[in-house]
Structures are given as structure tokens and as C-alpha cells.
């Protein structure tokens, strides 16, 4: 008797002192009071309570009144029990309760059979408080592997009274261990509407990766109609999955969609893809392909693959949502080899590009490096505090129309950092070689011409530091800034352009050596720059409060060197530039960028946005971007609980030059502990002519039943900073 009671409770316990699965979505199930573990008799012990008993020793046991089996934190209650030790059949009737610290189940019969080990329970009813999920069942049986198996069941993770989704179905096997359930001839309902049925189905039932089926994502948009997206996740490895999603668009057809992701000891990425074959609307087939894998090759190597193409440069017009998709000009393709050590560092690059914009010419096209060969070395800690530094890169350029052909750099560079008590001095002289070895040239044009130029630059920089306010409770640094550089001028209108732009002037720029980006051009100067930093921060915990930048530079000389189409400038100074970010409090948020002509008394540049986030589901962003001549925009994002359960989120980007909205999405959400409904419609550019679109999608999300797709999470997340941590 005693041995098939601890056989018993042993079986509908197996684990129960293992750590619960982490919790998911699903209304809080409340648990009653845990019972409080024996101290005072050994963890093997049971405790059997009744009041009437008959026990004959040589058949069956018979209890007649209320009895009570409990062992450790694990009980068992029920009206009457009957024990057969000839067929090992322990059989409990009225008012079954068995209940652990994450587990409930109550019924009208149960039985158990020793030899066999199977549990079993009529008319029942199943509360797992870890998960959180209910239901019931006619009969329940529990294998000792921790596997329930439920027939005419039904499941949800919603509260108790409020069976607002439900799975029905003929049978229902819930495996603890894996959770993984299995259902067959299931239903799923919602608000008692069927919207599902499947002879058979599985789903996870906690944190854990399942392969099957994900929400669907519902939507209608001008240019590819009424759309239906299912995907199917497979959960192939701990270490690999993927995604399957037919694509219905109804004035496009079917597109399939895949995403395989990987993560081995030395290599992790992504390959993922598009295909719709024979467009409704162009007659042609169009695909899409990414693949992204960085690996390591030993100790110190590193390689790395990125790369996506198109079939055709309107795919993303045509087929893809949002403003940045749409004005892509040109597709990456790059394969790298990396080596570092605390010495060198070096790169092997081949780089192509897939341009989308059909208006650039074929002497705008960019050109594919066909190989990159960049090494580079650092030697501190040299006798006196020098340092030597190495950059070396060659390259071939390549592309079908204009000058083609070999350019190698050679930069060494000696710097001396000093420490004069609060002020730090680093001077350094690098001596640039450029050489060029050129196909394609024009009649007239040199096929090898050169550069030679050294590179001085003496920077002065130090860090003040002072405590005020009460008890020192601030803490404010003034970092002031100044470097000269001077580079001699040498004529380079015979060199090509390869890869070399003027980027906007900023805070970024304002210290460098060369007022261009690439190799191709070494800007002749000299100039003072000349910077100053402020910070103030709180001394209990140093999170920073307030930081501000302000700088320009002064130059000495005209800048006669120029790419083509620029002009030589006798300008004596840059613009003021300027950069303020505001911690307020734990609500606010500000940044501030400013760029100031004083020649011609304008501004150039101007950036604002504020974050308000009172809360965690409370964001709102105000932003305004200025550029002179070509671009003033305003953009509101942020989401808002708007009244019990529902939320608001949405975006406004308006360009104001173009009088134009850019793009825009307004969505509501709808959510309880155990489903929410998504409806997000979104107006944005199709092409870079400013064609736009309109689309509306519609998402349900049955908390504890699977997962949604990414599309609308992925759009909203991008648009409102702050809502992926929401």
C-alpha cells in the first residue's frame, strides 16, 4: 500500500523541484498557498489522513471517508479510495484534488495502476500556473515521463470565466519536459467564432522554440491588393532555424519568402530570400536574396559575407514597405578576410554593387574593388613615448565605362604624445604616397600619376573637472580642444576619383587631417581647429546629464585642391557647429545639432528632437531635420495608451520643402494578458519620383499559442525609438 501510494505521487510529481519553464504571455492563474514542505519526516514519507478504513491484508483496502495523501508539498485528496494489491489498481472517487506548487487537476474519478504507472482522471479540469494555461477534459491520464494526453479537451491561457480564444480538440498530449503540445481534430475559436481547424497541430506551451505555424498577418495595400501572410517556423537545432512564409498578394500572386538562420562555434548569419514567379502586373519573375555569415578562421582570422540582389531595380518599389527600402539607390555585395593581432591588422576585400536608380549614368556608377588589400601597424610604448603607426592599401577598381585600374597608398606615420600636467600635446608627421597605374584613360590624361605629401598636425587637448551644488552632488568637465594641421599642396587634377566624397562638415570632422573621405584626394591646408566639450553629470552614480560640443575650424591658406566640379576656396574660416544633449529626468530627452555660415550669415544645418516617456508605454519623439536647399522635415512618432487595454501608435515624417508627406503609419493596438489585435495603416513612398502607397494590416495575437509574424512589430519598431524596449 505504501509503496503504490509513493509511486503515485512520485508520478504526478516528477520534476516538481526542477526550475519552472520561464513564463510566457497568458493570464496570471492565482495558486493557492503552497503547502509547506515536511522538515520533520524523511522527503519519501507519506502522510495518509482518513477517517473510516478497512484494510485486509491479504486483499483489498478500502477507505470510506475524506482521504488525504500528502507527501513533501504535494497533495492528493478524494472522497473515497479503493486499493486492489492483486491488480495494483488504486482507484479514487468524488472530488479528486491533486496539487503541487505549479500544477492543479480535479475530476470525479481517478485511478492509477502500479504496475503500469499510468494516472488517470475522469470529467476533469487542469490548472498549470507556470505557464500560465487551463482547461478540461473528459479524461486526463499522466505518464510518468510528465506527458498529459487530454480527450475532448480544451486549452487557453485566458483568465478564468473568460475563454475569450479556446482550443478544442479531440485529443491533447502536453509533453512538460520538450512543451510541446500536440493536438488532434483541433478547433480554434475566438469570441466562440471557428477561425481554425487541422486534423493535427502542435504549438509550444512556453519560452521555448517550436517549430509550426505563426500567426498570419492580414493587409491591403494600392500597389499589391489584399495580402495574406503565413509563415511557418522550423525549428531544425538549437543552433539553426527557419522561417517559411507564402505571400498572397492579390494583384501580384504568390510570393514565397525564406529565412535560414545558423549560429555554429565559428560562424553565425542569415539567408533569407524572395520569389514571385510571373508578377500579375509585370509578366516578369522577381526574387530577392541576402546572405550575411561572419566566421572564424582560428585564433586571429575573421571572414565575412554580405551581400543582397535584386532581380530588377524597381523590386523594392514595387514589393517592399517603407521610405527606406524604396529610395535605395544601390545594393551592397562584399566578401572580407580579416586578420588582428596587437600589431597588424589586415583586410582582404572584393566589393561589387547592384544599382536600382535606372537615372544614373554609367559614368555615375560606383566602382566594384576587385581586390581591396589594406594592412596596417601600431607600435606604442617606442623609447621617449614615440609611437609608429603604418597604413598601407591597394586596390583595384573596376567598372565597365570610364577609367579603370590599380591605385596603391602608402602612409607612414611617427606621433609623439606628451603629458605636461593637466594638458596632453600629440604632434605626429605622416608622409602620404599615392600612386596610380590606370586603363580606360582619356587621350590627354596621365596613365601613372603619383602624390607625395607629408602631414603635420600638433593637437593640445585637457580635461577640467569641478564639483558643485550641495555636498557636491554635480559634477561638471570642460574638455577644450585645439590642433593644427598643415599639408602642402600638390596638383592631383590628374589623379581619378575612385571612391573619395566631401562629407558634411561635424563634430566628427572637425579633427581630422583631410577634409576628404577616400584616397584619392588629400585636401591642402592650413588650419586651427579648434573645439570645446562640456559635460555635467551626477557624482552619486556618473550618469550623465548634459553634454555640449561647440567648434569650427580657422584656416590659414586657401584650399586649392578639389574634386571635379569644386571649386578652390579662400574661405578664412568653416562653419560653427554645435551639438547639445539634455538628459532632463527619468521623462525627457533632448538633442540639439547646429551648423552656422558666418559668412553668409545662414544656417546650414539644423537638428532637433525630444523624447517624452513618462512611462514605459508612454513615448512620444518630436523631431525637426533642416539641410539648406534640400531637405526641412518634421517627424512625430511615439505610442499612448489611449483608454483601458488600448494603445495608439503611429508616425508623421512631412517634408515641408517638398510640401509632401514622406511616410506615415497610425495604429491601434488592443491587449490583454491573453490576446491582443493589431490594426496598423501605413502611407509611404514607392519610388524615388514620389510615388506612394497605401496599405492596411491586421494582426491577431493569441497570447500563449504560438507567435506573430515580425512585419508590423518590425515597422513600428523602427519608426517609434523607444517601443522596441516597450
Known amino acids: 500500500m505504501r509503496r503504490a501510494l509513493l509511486i503515485l505521487l512520485w508520478a504526478t510529481a516528477t520534476g516538481a523541484a526542477e526550475p519552472a519553464p520561464a513564463p510566457v504571455y497568458g493570464c496570471a492563474i492565482p495558486a493557492p498557498e503552497p503547502l509547506a514542505p515536511r522538515t520533520d519526516v524523511a522527503a519519501d514519507i507519506v502522510d495518509v489522513l482518513s477517517g473510516d478504513a478497512e484494510v485486509d491484508l491479504n486483499g483489498p483496502a478500502i477507505f470510506r471517508d475524506r482521504l488525504v495523501l500528502r507527501r513533501d508539498d504535494i497533495q492528493l485528496g478524494a472522497d473515497g479510495a479503493r486499493y486492489d494489491r492483486n491488480s ?11 496539487r503541487n506548487a505549479d500544477t492543479w487537476l480535479g475530476g470525479d474519478s481517478a485511478s492509477y495502476n502500479t504496475e503500469s504507472g499510468l494516472f488517470r482522471i475522469d470529467a476533469a479540469e487542469f490548472e498549470l500556473y507556470t505557464l500560465p494555461a487551463r482547461g478540461s477534459a473528459d479524461r486526463i491520464t499522466l505518464e510518468e515521463t510528465r506527458v498529459l494526453t487530454l480527450k475532448d479537451a480544451t486549452y487557453t491561457s ?46 509550444p506551451v512556453d519560452g521555448r522554440r517550436r517549430s509550426g505555424l505563426l500567426l498570419p498577418d492580414f493587409g491591403s495595400g494600392g500597389q499589391r491588393g489584399v495580402e495574406v501572410a503565413v509563415p511557418y517556423y522550423f ?21 514565397a519568402r525564406g ?16 520569389f514571385l514567379p510571373n ?60 586578420y588582428f593581432d596587437n600589431t597588424w591588422s589586415a583586410l582582404l576585400r572584393i566589393e561589387d554593387y547592384q544599382t536600382l536608380d535606372d537615372s544614373l549614368t554609367d559614368a555615375e556608377q560606383p566602382y566594384q574593388r576587385l581586390p581591396q588589400v589594406s594592412v596596417n601597424g601600431y607600435w606604442p610604448d617606442n623609447p621617449l613615448g614615440i609611437e609608429y603607426r603604418l597604413q598601407t592599401d591597394l586596390s583595384y577598381f ?59 598636425s600638433v593637437s593640445l587637448a585637457t580635461l577640467l573637472e569641478r564639483a558643485w551644488g550641495k555636498d557636491g552632488a554635480w559634477l561638471q568637465s570642460i574638455e577644450p580642444r585645439v590642433q593644427f594641421v598643415h599639408v602642402p599642396y600638390e596638383d592631383q587634377s590628374d589623379m581619378p576619383v575612385f571612391d573619395t566624397i566631401q562629407p558634411d562638415f561635424d563634430v566628427v570632422q572637425l579633427f581630422r587631417t583631410n577634409r576628404y573621405v577616400g584616397l584619392d584626394r588629400l585636401g591642402d591646408t592650413d588650419q586651427l581647429n579648434i573645439g570645446i566639450t562640456t559635460r555635467l553629470m551626477r557624482s552619486a552614480d556618473g550618469s550623465q546629464v548634459l553634454t555640449a560640443t561647440v567648434g569650427e575650424t580657422r584656416y590659414l591658406s586657401t584650399r586649392d585642391v578639389t574634386l571635379p566640379g569644386e571649386q578652390p576656396t579662400d574661405d578664412d574660416s568653416s562653419d560653427y557647429i554645435a551639438e547639445l544633449g539634455m538628459n532632463i529626468n527619468n521623462r ?33 519623439n518630436l523631431s525637426y531635420r533642416f539641410r539648406r536647399d534640400s531637405l526641412r522635415e518634421i517627424d512625430i512618432t511615439g505610442t499612448w495608451p489611449i483608454a483601458d487595454r488600448w494603445s495608439f501608435v503611429g508616425r508623421y515624417d512631412y517634408s515641408l520643402l517638398d510640401n509632401q508627406v514622406l511616410e506615415s503609419f497610425f495604429g491601434l493596438e488592443y491587449s490583454t494578458c491573453c490576446w491582443g489585435l493589431r490594426l496598423v495603416t501605413q502611407r509611404h513612398l514607392t519610388s524615388r519620383d514620389g510615388d506612394s502607397d497605401t496599405a492596411i494590416t491586421l494582426q491577431l495575437l493569441l497570447k500563449g499559442f504560438g507567435s506573430p509574424g515580425s512585419r508590423p512589430e518590425q515597422l513600428l519598431g523602427r519608426g517609434t525609438l523607444g517601443y522596441d524596449r516597450y
Not at 529565412?259 to 530570400?273: C, H, K, P, Q
Not at 573596376?398 to 600629440?426: C, K
Open 158 to 203: 485566458c483568465a478564468r470565466g473568460k475563454d475569450d480564444w479556446l482550443l478544442r480538440a479531440g485529443s491533447l498530449s502536453i509533453d512538460r519536459e520538450t512543451g510541446v503540445a500536440t493536438a488532434r481534430n483541433a478547433r480554434l475559436e475566438f469570441k466562440g467564432v471557428p477561425i481554425l481547424y487541422s486534423p493535427w497541430l502542435t504549438y
Open 259 to 274: 529565412e535560414f538562420r545558423y549560429l555554429s562555434a565559428s560562424s553565425t548569419g542569415v539567408l533569407d530570400g524572395e
Open 398 to 456: 573596376n567598372r565597365d565605362t570610364g577609367t579603370t585600374g590599380l591605385r596603391a597608398n602608402l602612409r607612414p606615420q611617427v606621433a609623439l604624445p606628451v603629458r605636461i600636467g593637466p594638458l596632453s600635446v600629440d604632434s605626429s608627421v605622416a608622409f602620404d604616397y599615392t600612386a596610380y597605374s590606370l586603363d580606360e584613360t582619356a587621350a590627354d590624361a596621365a596613365q601613372s600619376p603619383s602624390r607625395s605629401l607629408p602631414i603635420y
Open 588 to 620: 525627457w530627452n533632448l538633442d540639439l545639432g547646429y551648423q552656422w555660415d558666418s559668412d553668409e550669415n545662414v544656417t546650414r544645418m539644423a537638428e532637433a528632437r525630444v523624447m517624452y516617456k513618462p512611462a514605459e508605454n508612454k513615448i512620444v
Open 279 to 338: 508578377d500579375d502586373v509585370t509578366g516578369e519573375d522577381r526574387a530577392l536574396v541576402h546572405w550575411y555569415n561572419q566566421s572564424r578562421l582560428g585564433t586571429r582570422w575573421r571572414a565575412t559575407v554580405d551581400g543582397t540582389e535584386v532581380s530588377d531595380s524597381a523590386y523594392f518599389e514595387d514589393l517592399s514597405t517603407g521610405l527606406g527600402n524604396a529610395s535605395q539607390t544601390h545594393l551592397r555585395q562584399r566578401v572580407d578576410f580579416e
Open 88 to 98: 495494483g489498481e488504486f482507484a479514487l472517487s468524488g472530488n479528486i484534488d491533486l
Open 235 to 255: 525549428n531544425i537545432a538549437p543552433n539553426y532555424d527557419a522561417t517559411l512564409t507564402p505571400h498572397y498578394m492579390s494583384k501580384r500572386g504568390l510570393l
